[in-house]
């Protein structure tokens, strides 16, 4: 689940992108 790892270290950019 590389995903769950992405937003694990995106965060809060994750967040902010969408």
Partial sequence: MAGAIVVLF??????SVV
């Fill in 10 to 15: 995106f965060g809060d950019d994750l967040s």
